[in-house]
C-alpha cells in the first residue's frame, strides 16, 4: 500500500511538473503597430528595435521557457491605419499586439480587440499598451459603445494623469515657477497634459499663474517660431508641453533660435531627436517625467549599452523590458500562452523591474510603478551620454508607486471564459 502511494505521488509530481512547462519551446508572436514612416518613423522605428531586442534577448531564458517573435506594421500613426494593420495582424495569427505612439491610435485598436474577441471566441487578442497614455483607456467605465476599461488591454507606461500628479510634486518645491506657459498637440493627451497640470497646480501651488494654453495640430507644424514668440511676449519663466517626437523637437529648435532660456518641463524630452536639439542649443534646464532615465545601473544598464551598440541609436522605451517580463511571468502562471488564461494571470502580477517591483492592477490593467524626474546635464564620467551629444538626464526625484498612482473608475467588464 505504501510502495503504491508513493507511486501515485510520483506520478502526480510528474503530472504537474509536466504541465508547469507545457509552453516551453513554443514562440508567442507580437505585432507591434505604430509609425514607421511619416513624421514620427524615427521614433517608432527606435521602438520597434527596443521590442525586438528585448523579446530576442529573453526568448527562452525566462520563467515560461517561450520565445517571443516581435514583427513591424506600419500604422502610420493613424486610427485609420491601425485598424488595416490589425486585421492584417489577426488574419495572419497573431494573438499579442502592442502599439504606443498616440492614444488616437490606441482608441481605434482598443475598440477594434473588443469587437474582435466579441465576434471571435477562442482566438481572443490581447493589447499592450506601452506608451498610449490617456487616463480614459483604462479609466471611463465600460459602457455600450465606450471601448475603455477593457478586460482585453494593459499599459505599462503610467497615464497623464498619474505623470502629472508626480511633475507637479516636484514643480510645487520649485520656488522660482511663476508663470508657466503651457503648450501641446492637439489631440487628447496635449488637451489632458494641460487639463491636469491646472487642476493639480491649483491644489498644490496656487499662486502659479497659467500665462499661455496654446494647442497646435499633432505632426504638422514645421516651424514653431510664432508659437515661441507667443511665450516670449507672455513674460512666461516657465514651459510645460507633453509634446513628443518632431513637434517636441522642432519646439526646442525654435526656442534655440529665438535665444529663449527658461526651463521646460516635459513627458517625452529623451525621445528620438530631442536630445540632440536641445544639446544644439548649449545649457538648458530640461526635466523629465518618466518610469525610468538614461543612467539606470544593473541589468538595464547594460541592456542600454548592449543596444546602443548594436544599432547606434539610444534604449529609452523601458516598457518594453516590463512588457516582457510579465507577459512571460503571466504565461508562467497560466501554464499556457493562451490570451485569456494570459490577460487572467497578469492581472495584479507583479514582477521586479530596474526600477523596484511592478504591480498590473487587477481593476483597471493600469501598471503602478515607480516614477522619476530627471534633469538635463552635462554628463559627467560613467554617466551615459544621450544620442552622443555629451549631455544626459540624472535622475534629481524617485517617487514611490503610491506618490502617482490616482484613483480608478473603471467597472470593467471581464468574460466568462475568463473566471
Not at 14 to 23: D, E, I, P
Request: proline residues 5%; aromatic residues 10%.
Amino acid at each position: 500500500m505504501k510502495i503504491a502511494f508513493q507511486a501515485l505521488a510520483a506520478a502526480a509530481v510528474l503530472a504537474v511538473a509536466g504541465t508547469a512547462y507545457a509552453q516551453k519551446g513554443e514562440t508567442v508572436r507580437i505585432a507591434f503597430m505604430d509609425p514607421l514612416s511619416g513624421p514620427f518613423a524615427n521614433v517608432g522605428q527606435n521602438q520597434l528595435k527596443s521590442w525586438q531586442f528585448i523579446a530576442d534577448r529573453f526568448s527562452g531564458k525566462n520563467p515560461a521557457g517561450v520565445k517571443f517573435e516581435v514583427v513591424g506594421f506600419d500604422n502610420k500613426g493613424s486610427p485609420q491605419e491601425s485598424l488595416n494593420t490589425l486585421k492584417a495582424a489577426a488574419d495572419q495569427g497573431f494573438r499579442y499586439i502592442t502599439q504606443g505612439n498616440g492614444s488616437g491610435a490606441a482608441w481605434a485598436i482598443l475598440d477594434a480587440v473588443n469587437k474582435y474577441n466579441e465576434r471571435n471566441p477562442g482566438r481572443e487578442l490581447v493589447y499592450i499598451n506601452y506608451a498610449a497614455v490617456d487616463p480614459a483607456l483604462t479609466n471611463a467605465p465600460e459602457k455600450e459603445g465606450a471601448p475603455g476599461c477593457s478586460f482585453w488591454h494593459f499599459r505599462l507606461d503610467a497615464d497623464t494623469s498619474m505623470k502629472m500628479e508626480a511633475l507637479t510634486s516636484f514643480m510645487k518645491d520649485q520656488p522660482k515657477v511663476k508663470k508657466v506657459y503651457i503648450i501641446g498637440q492637439n489631440y487628447s493627451h496635449g488637451q489632458q497634459v494641460s487639463k491636469y497640470f491646472k487642476d493639480a497646480i491649483k491644489r498644490k501651488r496656487p499662486d502659479i499663474q497659467i500665462v499661455g494654453d496654446e494647442l497646435h495640430p499633432i505632426g504638422q507644424v514645421k516651424d514653431f517660431a510664432p508659437y515661441v514668440a507667443k511665450i516670449k511676449a507672455s513674460g512666461a519663466d516657465t514651459v510645460l508641453t507633453g509634446n513628443w517626437g518632431q513637434d517636441l523637437t522642432l519646439l526646442v529648435k525654435a526656442m534655440n533660435d529665438a535665444g529663449l532660456k527658461i526651463p521646460m518641463y516635459t513627458y517625452y524630452a529623451g525621445v528620438t531627436g530631442t536630445p540632440t536639439a536641445l544639446a544644439a542649443g548649449g545649457d538648458s534646464e530640461v526635466y523629465v517625467v518618466a518610469y525610468g532615465h538614461a543612467n539606470h545601473t544593473g541589468e538595464l544598464g547594460q541592456i542600454a549599452q548592449d543596444f546602443f551598440k548594436k544599432f547606434d541609436d539610444d534604449y529609452y522605451t523601458y516598457a518594453t523590458y516590463n512588457g516582457i517580463q510579465l507577459l512571460a511571468a503571466a504565461m508562467a502562471k497560466a501554464k499556457s500562452t493562451d490570451p485569456v488564461k494570459v490577460a487572467r494571470a497578469m492581472e495584479d502580477l507583479s514582477v521586479k523591474s530596474f526600477a523596484g517591483e511592478v504591480k498590473m492592477r487587477a481593476s483597471d490593467h493600469q501598471l503602478q510603478q515607480t516614477m522619476f524626474i530627471t534633469k538635463w546635464q552635462k554628463a559627467k564620467k560613467g554617466e551615459y551620454s544621450v544620442e552622443k551629444t555629451g549631455y544626459t538626464f540624472v535622475p534629481v526625484k524617485q517617487m514611490d508607486p503610491y506618490v502617482s498612482s490616482t484613483p480608478t473608475s473603471c467597472q470593467m467588464k471581464r468574460p466568462a471564459a475568463a473566471g
